[in-house]
């Protein structure tokens, strides 16, 4: 780690406030828990001159019933809120299993869901010290010219690795946008695109402001991942799903991973096991499904094989996990 470099902080206390000092300071980044931002600022990965604090905006920091049985998160709640949070627990299991499993304690005591799912892309090239990326030549995601990845592309393949990610995905979350051009709201899966240089798509100066789960009456869910430290760390893969199972077998299931492509991944073709029982030829047809749609490349420490195994084992695990056996 380098020495903390000096940046302005300025502290709004509504959101308001805060797109307002964006305008006033375009090369300005938000920080919120920073317990992502302030590690890369550390490694000389960002230089911002000024920072705007999400911590002091009361209005993000809300968990609220919707009205019609869901319910809506704001960015700025933290992951052990999440943790703690009944309803939560209760009606989107996978949403704080996923929250439990980020970091250490003392990390989700400050993270923000917001910034969960706004954090940086990783590979092993990139979050290194400054002199060290300085010594291979930095790289195409910044200030390099070559992927040492995939040297011949002109891609980046880091790999998204929030977990939170897939465990909102899997309830079809949206989110809420403020930025300079007034408010949105999205499907959180459209925020994401399949760059690991520049996988998310805000614009400048927006803010993640809610995050809405719609009702879930009777589905199960669930998150798992498999990481190198088990006490801290990203995940080589995470996989969450939900499922509604009825009298006829499962009625919708929806799955979604983390850390293998440059976005979070809502996998496709799930709807062929509508009306299967969970049982060894749903799991099949299930992890038949992964092999076209992950791409796990060398930007971690472990083998891309190695990855495609522990999704397919998470994938069954977790799936098995929801079932009535
Ligand atoms: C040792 C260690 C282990 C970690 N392990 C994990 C892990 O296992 N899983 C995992 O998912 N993460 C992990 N992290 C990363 C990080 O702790 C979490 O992702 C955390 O939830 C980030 O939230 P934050 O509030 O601290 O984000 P910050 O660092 O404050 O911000 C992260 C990014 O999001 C942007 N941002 C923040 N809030 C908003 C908002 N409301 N709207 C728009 N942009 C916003 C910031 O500008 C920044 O670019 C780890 C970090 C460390 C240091
Ligand atoms: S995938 Fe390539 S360009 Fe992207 S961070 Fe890694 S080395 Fe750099």
């Not at 931002?37 to 604090?53: M, S």
């Not at 009306?275 to 799991?283: H, I, M, S, T, W």
Request: net charge negative.
């Amino acid at each position: 780690m380098e020495f903390m470099p000096d940046f302005n902080v300025l502290h709004p206390a509504t959101i308001d406030e805060a797109v307002n000092l964006f305008g006033q300071n375009p090369d300005a980044r938000y920080v919120a828990g920073g317990t992502d931002l302030v590690v890369n600022i550390r490694r000389g990965i960002e230089a911002p001159q000024t920072l705007i604090d999400l911590s002091r905006v009361t209005d993000i920091k809300q968990i609220e019933d919707d009205g019609a049985g869901g319910t809506v998160i704001g960015a700025g709640v933290t992951l052990s809120t999440l943790i703690d949070h009944q309803g939560l627990t209760e009606n989107y299991g996978a949403v704080a299993q996923a929250a439990a499993t980020v970091a250490a304690a003392t990390h989700r005591h400050v993270a923000t869901l917001g910034g969960n799912l706004c954090l940086d892309t990783r590979c092993v090239f990139y979050n290194q010290s400054e002199w060290w990326r300085s010594a291979n030549d930095y790289c195409l995601k910044s200030r390099g010219d070559v992927c040492h990845v995939a040297p011949s592309g002109d891609h980046c393949f880091a790999a998204f690795s929030g977990d939170l990610a897939p465990a909102l995905l899997v309830f079809d979350a949206e989110v809420t946008i403020n930025g300079p051009e007034g408010s949105r709201t999205v499907p959180l899966n459209d925020i994401y695109a399949d760059d690991g240089a520049a996988h998310l798509l805000l614009e400048k100066g927006e803010i993640l402001t809610t995050i809405h789960l719609p009702a879930a009456k009777g589905v199960r869910s669930g998150y798992d991942k498999v990481r190198v430290r088990d006490s801290l760390d990203f995940p080589l893969a995470g996989v969450a799903i939900a499922m509604k199972i009825g009298a006829q077998g499962i009625d919708r299931i929806k799955v979604a991973l983390t850390g293998l492509n440059s976005r979070p991944l809502v996998l496709a073709g799930t709807d062929a096991l509508t009306g299967q029982n969970v049982d060894e030829k749903a799991l099949d047809t299930l992890s038949d499904l992964l092999p076209k749609q992950i791409q796990p490349m060398t930007s971690t420490m472990t083998p891309p094989g190695y990855r495609r195994k522990v999704a397919t084992n998470l994938i069954r695990k977790v799936a098995l996990s929801l079932s009535d056996r």
